[in-house]
């Protein structure tokens, strides 16, 4: 059974970071890509980072570029999202999403797997 656990979201105030992390588990992910997604109330789920698991190129969303890092973990099958520089209109629950296609992954509907979120909340 694959299972994606989200863990580090907390409140944090605006200019502040913080860093998210997904453990994967029940099967080897080294050709899935992994994303990060994140859903306001009332809004669709919204791309926010994600890479293709070999190689591991990055890319983002114009709204994430240059504040947002994604990660491989130290441990296996781990993905970081290193979020800097907060502000308020980054709260949301964060999502780690898995998929074995390699393309289109700015999509949600492209991810078979997902995390049961994490809360992220900004003060201003």
């Known amino acids: 059974q694959v299972q994606l656990v989200e863990t580090g979201g907390g409140l944090v105030q605006a200019g502040g970071s913080l860093r998210l992390s997904c453990a994967a588990s029940?099967?080897?992910?080294?050709?899935?890509?992994m994303g990060w997604f994140r859903q306001k109330p009332g809004n669709l789920r919204e791309f926010v980072a994600a890479f293709q698991w070999s190689p591991s190129i990055p890319f983002y969303p114009d709204s994430t570029t240059g504040r947002f890092i994604i990660s491989r973990g130290d441990a296996k099958n781990t993905v970081i999202l290193q979020m800097n520089s907060l502000s308020p209109e980054d709260t949301a629950v964060y999502y780690c999403a898995a998929t074995k296609k390699q393309y289109g992954l700015r999509d949600p509907d492209t991810y078979n797997y997902w995390g049961q979120g994490t809360l992220v909340t900004v003060s201003s």
């Open positions: 029940g099967r080897s992910f080294s050709t899935y890509a």
